[in-house]
């Protein structure tokens, strides 16, 4: 009698204790989002080609985030620059997104009257930056046969460079104090009174 009635609560207790086990189980898939239901036994993953019928078969697509990687220029002497924000390298055109530049044929006249060819030095300029050096560059858009690119040269962003020696102007907000020091210092471009005028070097007929 004793043995019966020790091994009564036991099994009582051992009972309670599977069932709360169970319980746990259940609330923690719920908790976790698993859905109660028979168990599929479909693999997960294969090795082999599945065939998807997209009529019948709701597979979640995954979008892929694209991941543009930077372009690495390396001109040479040869390199043939247009003006003072656009380049070409590899059969490719290349033009900086941020700066706008200087028509090589533009003449600037300082304040004592004196005249510079402006545009020219400017184009220069932009020539002696890439020139053996290499060019890390972040392809920003594409117009045509033209590719809009932000690119440093040693750790030197090009558009900010040409806009603050006035090479160039400002095509984009961030580059605007830049500019205005450049002004300031009536460097480059800015010993134009017409440019400082305006903020830009507007179009020259005759000079």
Not at 55 to 80: S, W
Not at 149 to 157: I, L, N
Not at 189 to 195: G, H, L, P, Q, V
Request: with cysteine.
């Amino acid at each position: 009698m004793k043995t019966t009635a020790s091994t009564k609560p036991n099994r009582r207790a051992m009972a309670w204790t599977i069932a709360a086990s169970l319980l746990l189980s259940w609330t923690a898939a719920q908790a976790a989002g698993l859905q109660s239901g028979p168990v599929s036994d479909d693999p997960i993953w294969t090795d082999k080609p599945v065939r998807i019928d997209r009529k019948t078969q709701g597979y979640e697509r995954v979008k892929v985030e694209r991941k543009i990687l930077p372009l690495t220029l390396k001109p040479t002497t040869r390199v043939t620059v247009f003006d003072s924000s656009s380049f070409q390298e590899g059969g490719d055109l290349y033009v900086l997104a941020d700066a706008v530049a200087v028509n090589p044929k533009r003449l600037c006249r300082g304040d004592d009257g004196h005249i510079a060819a402006c545009g020219q030095q400017a184009r220069l300029f932009l020539k002696r930056l890439i020139t053996n050096h290499t060019l890390t560059c972040q392809d920003r858009f594409r117009a045509g046969q033209a590719v809009f690119v932000s690119c440093r040269a040693e750790d030197k962003d090009l558009a900010e460079t040409l806009v603050s020696k006035g090479a160039a102007w400002a095509a984009t907000p961030r580059l605007a104090a830049a500019q205005q020091q450049a002004m300031t210092r009536k460097a480059g471009i800015w010993i134009d009174t017409e440019c400082r005028a305006v903020g830009h070097c507007p179009r020259q007929d005759r000079r």
